[in-house]
């Protein structure tokens, strides 16, 4: 029940005037508007037809690169691609960024907690080129990683992790992780610990409380990390540009190819605009879980 | 081996976080069917000690016995204590149903007799009705009832109850109180209760322990220890508002003779040992009596079990059905007294002389170690 000092308080704030509140917004709103202007071009450019043997766009109307995109195998292939990579590199980062951030989430020992979180800051802050030359060493034939596993006696020849799917999804899950992570630390941190403790409490085992009190209760944060982590893998474009060596690419790649080798600017903007077509249907779907989730746990 | 007749025993409990000492051999013993409550005031251990109980904190040293049966190294889950928490706890996004058989699943019982065992406890708390309810849907009073069905459903071998009315407003408390304490009674369940109120521990309790600092300061039945605190701590914490230095002139047996002030002489029950140099005289606001003329100052006499002193009002809290009086003595101190307001004779204005009467009956004496404070 509101107090009426609650009340009053409450008032105060909603009698900010929304003249001041969209005055604050402005500078952000014109960058947006920018944005989104340069991207509507982009996907205008997509419906324009483009002189046969030339790099020429003319000023007519045409579904010809949308015909284009699905009249050849290929492409639908590479859409497909990138889609199922997205899903692989969401389902192995959430996994493991999930203990990640349960660890930061729980641990006391405030120490361990921060060299925890410097360890996930750091991807961010030193880009992807580094990343990607991180990974070239370690995934190489004669890599870190190819002659921990030989020592160990796992493997004889090595894997092949560069210039494949492997090294791709590895160095991508990698680059996600930091976010998913960052994103669940919330949701977990939200879960009274008291919650794990009465379920222990009533005999359950350490697998059954996560499983039946921690996992159902942080299902929204997961969808909300999942949709972050989906959305940065689909549109991932350095990691398998350098990692995949040619060999291996998803939509952006694709793209890249299309706009600076063959100059055909509206079959760019078609494939940019399933891309984005895509990505929103997998934002919306995963926002109608997520209030699913929700509800489930509020009712 | 456990004592006879023991459900609960620690023995010799030391708990150290680093090199803070939480708990300081602390020995206590529940007997069959008692309710016990550590009573004291944050940070003094006594929820510490609950969780030793509970399996969630390991003690340092001590023996932790349940039932006949050492527990220091049973895992929590294990060791079948219901704990009820301040904040109730259910998980919210299961149904009343599915919260109370939580731990009847975790045992693996069959789907009949888990819907059975439900149906009593929910109809023992009064809720049946709202098995299929979220626990968001139910008042505070009723998720507590909820928390307590959810434990006692797997026939716990002690209840444990950390500041379960903590969240509650005051009146449900009352009847929250009254109705756990029955619920207790009739199931005949071991139970050691957390609390920082001592109205709360008079309520509710068989036996309370007293704790400070992470020693057991004082142990006794709830009106013993109530009537008799042995330490100004004990005598502090339990509302005995009243404590004056004193000299303790003799003693005759069970008695001692102390003066308040210059003539003023009164005899005092002892109740145990009387050691150390400062000795303080304790009595609750509600003993003191108040009569409204001013006296003329001790009379010297004769020591008695009353003494009367002279006083000026210095300050009224109005409490409604009664009032509380402070009163300054010639000496300087300051005596509180609450007076009954079924005497309208005895209502007095600020700056007023009047008569303070104690009786020695009504008071307690224990000396204070210097460490006590």
Not at chain 2, 113 to 134: D, F, G, M, N, P
Not at chain 2, 330 to 352: S, W, Y
């Amino acid at each position: 029940m509101k107090t009426a000092r609650q009340a009053r308080l409450t008032a105060d704030f909603q009698t900010i005037p929304t003249r001041s509140l969209v005055l604050i917004l402005m500078p952000t709103l014109a960058i947006i508007a920018l944005f989104l202007a340069s991207y509507g071009s982009f996907i205008l450019m997509s419906f324009r037809e483009m002189l046969p043997g030339t790099t020429t766009v003319t000023g007519n109307w045409s579904l010809a690169s949308y015909r284009r995109f699905f009249r050849d195998a290929v492409y639908p292939y590479f859409l497909f691609q990138t889609l199922y990579r997205a899903v692989q590199v969401t389902l192995l980062g959430l996994l493991l960024a999930y203990p990640l951030a349960y660890f930061v989430a729980r641990s006391s020992s405030k120490l361990l907690r921060q060299l925890v979180m410097t360890a996930m800051i750091i991807p961010l802050l030193v880009g992807g080129i580094t990343i990607v030359y991180s990974w070239l060493v370690l995934l190489g034939n004669a890599g870190l990683l190819n002659a921990g596993l030989k020592a160990l006696g796992i493997i004889k020849q090595p894997i092949r992790f560069l210039f494949s799917w492997k090294g791709v999804i590895i160095c991508l899950v990698y680059f996600v992780i930091p976010y998913a992570a960052f994103s669940l630390i919330g949701p977990i941190r939200n879960v009274p610990r008291t919650l794990e403790e009465a379920a222990v409490n009533m005999g359950a085992s350490k697998l059954t409380v996560f499983l039946r009190v921690v996992l159902p209760l942080t299902l929204p944060g997961i969808v909300e990390a999942a949709s972050l982590t989906y959305s940065l893998a689909l549109s991932a474009f350095l990691f398998p540009m350098m990692l995949g060596g040619g060999k291996v690419k998803m939509m952006s790649n694709i793209i890249y190819e299309t706009i600076y080798v063959t100059f055909d600017f509206p079959f760019a903007g078609t494939m940019a605009t399933i891309l984005l077509v895509v990505s929103i249907a997998v934002v919306v779907v995963m926002t109608l879980l997520q209030r699913t989730a929700r509800r489930v746990r509020s009712d | 081996m456990p004592g006879e007749g023991f459900d609960i025993e620690f023995k010799g409990v030391h708990k150290f976080y680093g090199t803070l000492e939480a708990l300081h051999d602390v020995s206590i013993s529940i007997r069959r069917g008692e309710l016990l409550t550590l009573l004291g005031p944050s940070g003094c251990g006594k929820t510490t000690l609950l969780r030793i109980l509970a399996g969630f904190v390991r003690p340092t040293q001590g023996e932790v016995w349940l039932a006949g049966e050492r527990v220091n190294d049973v895992p929590p889950a294990k060791r079948n204590v219901g704990l009820v928490f301040q904040n109730y706890s259910l998980f919210p996004h299961m149904t009343v149903f599915d919260n109370v058989s939580f731990g009847l699943q975790m045992r693996h019982l069959d789907r009949a007799t888990i819907q059975k065992r439900v149906q009593e406890v929910l109809e023992l708390v009064h809720l049946l009705e709202y098995a299929r309810a979220y626990p968001s849907q139910l008042s505070g009073g009723m998720q507590q009832r909820i928390a307590l069905a959810r434990v006692i459903s797997i026939q716990p071998r002690a209840l444990l109850l950390d500041e379960p009315f903590g969240a509650i407003d005051r009146r449900l408390r009352d009847e929250m109180q009254v109705e756990v304490r029955k619920l207790q009674q009739k199931l005949g369940i071991t139970t050691l209760f957390v609390t920082h109120d001592q109205q709360e521990a008079l309520i509710m309790s068989d036996r309370i322990v007293v704790m400070n600092g992470g020693r057991v300061e004082q142990e006794g039945m709830p009106l013993s220890i109530y009537d008799a605190p042995r330490t100004r701590f004990v005598a502090g914490f339990l509302g005995m508002d009243n404590l004056l230095p004193v000299q303790v002139l003799r003693r005759e047996g069970q008695r001692a003779v102390v003066r308040l002030m210059e003539g003023a002489e009164l005899i005092v029950p002892l109740a145990g040992e009387l050691r150390g140099e400062r000795i303080t005289l304790a009595f609750r606001a509600e003993c003191v009596c108040l009569a409204g003329a001013a006296s003329g100052g001790p009379r010297p006499g004769p020591a008695s079990n009353l003494v009367s002193v002279p006083g000026t009002v210095e300050f009224i809290t109005n409490l409604g059905s009664r009032v509380v009086y402070e009163v300054r003595l010639p000496d300087g101190a300051i005596l509180c007294a609450q007076a009954q307001r079924t005497d309208r004779a005895k209502e007095f204005i600020r700056g007023q002389q009047l008569t303070v009467t104690l009786k020695g009956d009504h008071c307690v004496l224990f000396a204070e170690s210097g460490a006590g404070e």
